[in-house]
């Protein structure tokens, strides 16, 4: 019952949307009941709906039902029907269950979270596939068969989420986007799985390809392009494409297993540098004895100290690999055996490796890790392997480089091209084999070789099955005994196949001591080395061969007939072709070489008879043509008359155009008259000098143009020309501190145009406030002044302070006074927070306008009769210290003011010396004694000074301020 | 191919002025040669001296395009500026108009640009200005006339037409048959 349920609720809301044809991808039968609930019933208010939503997590729908039930009323038929309608269509059974799945997965998730944003990696998937019923159930399906094989895919399981609760669901599906890419390796797996069971959803698995392709498309590329290349150039086996493969050609072999499972590689790998380990002491010894020794006692090389690490490393790896190995073996020579055709590499190829990497290798020492296999230790998983693929690799390399030398020196022809790739799988070599079987001379040449490998590999392959601990090993001679067949009938097992039946048995052979393979290593280096120097001066041979014969090309010996030239030709042919060899070396037989070196002789023929055709007609009228070449030289050199001249030199350039052609020789035949051509040019220059001229008047009228348009609209334009020139000046400009002109720019000017701009308002702001205030104040004062005057200065001195001093007062205890000083600063407030100077102006102005005439008695007496005045008048009251200060102060002022304006000074001095009429007498002693007191005169000079600093600094400081700000707000608003 | 006519180099140098004022002398005047104004096939097109005397080679039927077309007089004699005189308007233009990384692609379809894809503008731009229109990395995508004066843009509402769209950068796939 619980699986029909369960049957029913998945595929009931594929029958509901089957049969009520929903349209709306989005749909999807959610997990969550609520969700999934209200979408349908915006769809349709059946009851299907309803039931769908809480029956879709599966057991929860009897319970569901039973609650339901009160709401809307579930018919079991209409139920039994859904499920009918999903077995009629039960080819679509996988669709609709996807769509079932696929709706619980992203319906009320997918939706809500689009809405928030929160689901991009499936949205995606959802456009691209178009919202197709294929695509749907797709998905679906791989999220069902991950819902089932959830202990595989602990990572998709949240994503299967198909019985997912709602609580969790939505925290699972975050995981779900970050595990979208391994949402897709599952799926393709699941694809895979299922694909059998799926004949019906054809499109659906092309789209899963389509989708996998951009993942895969590298791996995709790197399988088939070496296929295509391989069947493409089996026969030509060009120098380009290996170039141009190469180097890939390396990282192929490691580049498949990568998607894979690294390990294979990275196993491979080691096995790889191990049979590379061996095979060069194979080849170094290149006689049975070294094998023999390594295949007889691999039990004996174990205990060696070095190499015994990796070597159990190594097969350790296998042991754990197996199962994988022997599931990767499968898939490797298939992916290599396209890549083997690749890895047929010409000699020139191999040259160009050795000529890299000798000096590198020459640099580093053996520990050197040549570039090829600088991946190699990518793919060593544990340190050891690790380990194994550095001391692998010195040799390997080597070994490889090694390998590559001596089949070039044993077969000039060396086909094959074995050696470098000795990673390379069996099947790579056996195909090479059965190529290179094609050419007799390698195979003749390494028939001792192989020899002594084959048997070797036989008891290798015995070795190998004896130790248990190997069996990867096993398994793969096994897989290669079955694969070997074909290679094997073949009558020259070549060396390859025995080298590479040793590399594949090699785990047996890593038992061999590692010193032995030091030595053989050290002795390879050796070997390798002089044979790359060899190589090298090989090649320099062949380039100057080349060259010479390049040069003779250029250069035919004048005196030579073409006979002569044939035949030199035949020899740079034969030298191209005993260059090419070397240099092109391909892996192709002789004859390759010769064919190459015939069309490369045909075309050197076809030229040279082009060449000759101008002169020499009649290919074999060749006493003719030789007296021809003979005249032509003795002529070639003789001053020609018609190449004289400006005609000459026309006739000059005309004839080389057409070449050295004796048919189109220019004589003096085509010496045109120099007058038609100074006419001509004449008229040219004519028509030129019209032309300028045209352009000229064009010009000058477009600007008269341009002047009467912008003229019109000059009113604008004006502005914006100004702005222009403006901007180029300033643009050009540069001060130059040496020019006069410049000074303008300097802005001292400006400073002191500032000073004295400010200065010149203080002056102005003084003689303007002093009318002012005197204003305001007169009408105060004098009332002020009637009434007391005595009490009135200290008020004024007072009221000039600032309101501290009142306080101060207060606390003294003059109650008396502070009303004065309160009643004189309410009276005249503002002209005393404005400047204290400006309200004793006022006061003292007053009596100066009353007393104005009496300014000259008074002068001489001014200093001193204010200060005794002012001080002796609190002394005597009893007044405070404060107030004699504010006197001071008040002095201090007067006497500014005196400095700075004279007629001020007066009238200020004037008005204390009244009071000292009244009060005092002009010999008081007490008018003497106070100022000595107080006989700061000096100092009062310099505060004052230093005020008037202070007070034009700040002023400045004030302004600079104020425009700042300006500039601010003028700023803020344009933006 | 001919040389314009004064009433037609007229009204091209009005148009011409709307976007670069004086600095069509620039253009008519040039230090590194003589470069003329010419016009084919009701398209004006401006060039180098060397190219007019290459140009003269062939037949005018034969001929499309020499130099850079700056516009086309339209059969009323109106005189449409080309965005292929964007190279020459831009470096030249008096007043700019920056949009906003946001509202390129709109212009660049041949949309008007609006205060909300307005990110600067040069001040003292009146109404119905040239402008050339940048990017906000200063690339040159185009040109129109402004809407609003700057004073106005200031206060319009976000989706109002700041600049009227007169060609831009986008023709040159858009319109890429008609182009030369």
């Not at chain 1, 490889?400 to 390379?424: D, F, H, I, P, W």
């Not at chain 2, 831009?90 to 390129?104: M, S, T």
Request: glycine share 6%; hydrophobic share 25%.
């Amino acid at each position: 019952m619980e699986d029909s349920h369960i049957q029913h609720c998945m595929f009931g809301p594929l029958g509901l949307t089957m049969g009520s044809q929903n349209t709306a991808p989005p749909f999807d039968p959610g997990c969550s009941g609520t969700t999934v609930a209200t979408i349908y019933y915006g769809h349709c208010v059946d009851w299907v709906v309803s039931k769908f939503g809480r029956v879709l997590p599966v057991l929860q729908l009897r319970c569901r039902k039973g609650s339901k039930a009160r709401t809307v009323k579930y018919d079991p038929s209409k139920y039994s029907h859904n499920i009918r309608r999903l077995d009629r269509t039960s080819p679509d059974k996988t669709t609709s269950v996807t769509q079932l799945t696929w709706g619980v997965e992203g319906g009320d998730d997918d939706i809500s979270k689009k809405r928030r944003g929160e689901f991009p990696p499936y949205e995606p998937i959802k456009p691209k596939k178009t919202r197709t019923d294929a695509v749907d159930s797709h998905n679906a399906f791989s999220r069902f068969k991950r819902a089932q094989n959830s202990d595989r895919n602990t990572e998709v399981h949240p994503l299967t989420n198909g019985s997912d609760l709602l609580t969790n669901h939505r925290a699972a599906q975050r995981k779900g986007r970050w595990f979208s890419d391994s949402d897709v390796d599952s799926d393709e797996e699941i694809r895979r799985l299922v694909a059998a069971q799926q004949s019906s959803h054809g499109a659906l698995q092309q789209e899963a390809e389509d989708d996998n392709l951009e993942v895969v498309g590298l791996d995709y590329l790197v399988k088939s392009g070496p296929k295509g290349y391989e069947e493409d150039y089996d026969s030509a086996g060009t120098d380009e494409l290996f170039e141009s493969k190469r180097n890939p050609a390396a990282p192929l072999q490691e580049k498949p297993s990568s998607p894979t499972a690294k390990q294979f590689s990275a196993k491979r790998s080691d096995k790889k540098r191990q049979t590379k380990r061996k095979t060069p002491s194979g080849d170094v010894s290149s006689s049975k004895p070294s094998s023999s020794l390594q295949k007889d006692n691999p039990a004996a090389v174990h205990p060696v100290i070095k190499h015994a690490a990796d070597s159990h490393s190594d097969e350790h790896d296998e042991e754990e690999g197996n199962s994988s190995d022997s599931s990767s073996d499968f898939d490797f020579p298939a992916l290599f055996s396209p890549s083997a055709s690749h890895l047929r590499i010409t000699l020139a190829d191999l040259q160009k490796l050795a000529e890299t990497r000798v000096p590198s290798i020459l640099g580093s020492g053996l520990k050197l890790s040549s570039p090829p296999e600088g991946p190699a230790p990518k793919e060593a998983i544990t340190p050891d392997e690790i380990l194994a693929s550095i001391l692998g690799d010195d040799s390997s390399s080597d070994d490889e480089e090694q390998k590559k030398k001596k089949r070039k020196t044993e077969g000039e022809t060396s086909t094959s091209l074995q050696v470098s790739e000795g990673n390379a799988d069996k099947c790579r070599r056996r195909k090479r084999e059965n190529k290179h079987g094609e050419t007799k001379t390698s195979e003749v040449l390494r028939n001792p070789q192989t020899d002594s490998s084959s048997g070797s590999e036989e008891e290798k392959m015995s070795a190998a099955e004896d130790q248990p601990s190997s069996t990867s090993c096993s398994e793969e001679d096994e897989q290669e005994a079955g694969a070997a067949p074909c290679p094997a009938p073949a009558p020259c097992s070549e060396s390859s196949s025995c080298e590479e039946e040793e590399e594949e048995q090699a785990p047996p052979r890593l038992v061999l001591a590692a010193e032995e393979e030091e030595e053989l290593q050290k002795k390879a280096n050796m070997r390798r080395l002089a044979a790359l120097q060899q190589r090298q001066k090989e090649a320099e041979e062949h380039k100057r061969v080349i060259q010479g014969a390049l040069a003779n090309l250029d250069a035919p010996p004048p005196t030579s007939g073409k006979h002569i030239v044939f035949g030199s030709d035949d020899e740079e042919e034969k030298q191209e072709v005993e260059s090419k060899k070397p240099l092109f070396q391909d892996s192709q037989s002789d004859d390759k070489a010769a064919t190459d070196a015939a069309a490369a002789a045909n075309q050197y023929a076809t030229q040279q008879e082009v060449r000759l055709k101008p002169s020499a007609p009649q290919l074999f009228a060749a006493s003719e043509d030789e007296e021809g070449d003979e005249e032509e030289d003795g002529s070639r050199f003789d001053i020609r008359p018609e190449f004289e001249g400006r005609a000459g030199q026309k006739l000059m350039a005309l004839q080389s155009r057409f070449g050295t052609d004796e048919r189109f020789r220019m004589d003096s035949r085509f010496l045109e008259d120099d007058e038609e051509e100074e006419e001509e040019e004449k008229t040219e220059a004519q028509k030129s000098l019209e032309d300028d001229e045209a352009l000229e008047e064009e010009k000058k009228k477009n600007l008269t143009i341009l002047q009467s348009v912008l003229g019109s609209s000059q009113q604008t334009s004006s502005k914006t020309a100004g702005k222009a020139k403006k901007f180029r000046d300033v643009s050009a400009l540069h001060y130059d501190p040496s020019k006069e002109e410049h000074a303008a720019f300097e802005t001292k000017t400006d400073e002191t145009m500032k000073e004295s701009k400010a200065t010149r308002k203080k002056k102005r702001e003084e003689a303007h406030k002093l009318p002012e205030v005197s204003k305001d104040i007169y009408f105060e004062v004098s009332g002020d002044l009637k009434a007391v005057f005595g009490p009135m200065n200290n008020g004024s001195a007072e009221g000039e302070e600032e309101k501290n001093w009142d306080q101060v007062v207060e606390e003294e205890g003059g109650g008396g006074e502070q009303q004065l000083l309160s009643s004189l600063l309410s009276a005249d407030p503002s002209t005393m927070s404005e400047e204290s100077t400006g309200f004793r102006f006022s006061f003292f102005g007053d009596e100066s306008e009353a007393a104005s005439g009496e300014t000259t008695e008074y002068k001489a007496e001014k200093i001193q009769a204010p200060k005794v005045s002012w001080h002796q008048d609190p002394r005597f009251h009893d007044s405070s210290s404060e107030e004699e200060e504010e006197e001071e102060d008040q002095e201090e002022e007067e006497e500014k003011e005196g400095q700075s304006s004279t007629g001020a000074k007066i009238t200020e001095e004037e008005t204390p010396s009244k009071p000292d009429f009244f009060f005092f007498s002009s010999d008081d002693h007490r008018l003497k004694d106070g100022p000595r007191l107080f006989c700061r005169m000096s100092q009062l000079e310099e505060q004052r000074e230093q005020w008037e600093e202070r007070t034009s600094t700040l002023r400045q400081e004030y302004r600079k301020k104020h425009k700042d700000a300006r500039r601010k707000l003028k700023t803020s608003q344009k933006s | 191919m001919r040389p314009l006519t004064d009433e037609e180099t007229k009204i091209m140098f009005e148009k011409l002025s709307k976007y670069i004022g004086e600095n069509i002398k620039l253009l008519v005047d040039r230090p590194d040669g003589t470069y003329c104004f010419r016009l084919h096939q009701d398209r004006v097109f401006y060039m180098s001296e060397k190219i007019l005397k290459l140009a003269t080679n062939f037949s005018r039927d034969k001929l499309i395009s020499v130099g850079t077309c700056f516009g086309k007089f339209s059969k009323t004699k109106k005189f449409r500026l080309h965005i292929t005189a964007l190279d020459f308007l831009a470096p030249y233009a008096k007043f700019k108009v920056w949009v906003r990384p946001g509202a390129e692609q709109s212009f660049l379809y041949g949309n008007h640009v609006l205060k909300s894809g307005l990110g600067r503008i040069t001040e003292n731009t009146m109404q119905y200005q040239g402008v050339v229109v940048y990017s906000m990395a200063d690339v040159p995508l185009g040109f129109g006339v402004a809407a609003k004066s700057t004073q106005e843009c200031r206060r319009v509402d976000p989706m109002s037409i700041v600049v009227f769209h007169q060609a831009d950068v986008g023709e040159f796939i858009r319109n890429e048959d008609t182009l030369t």
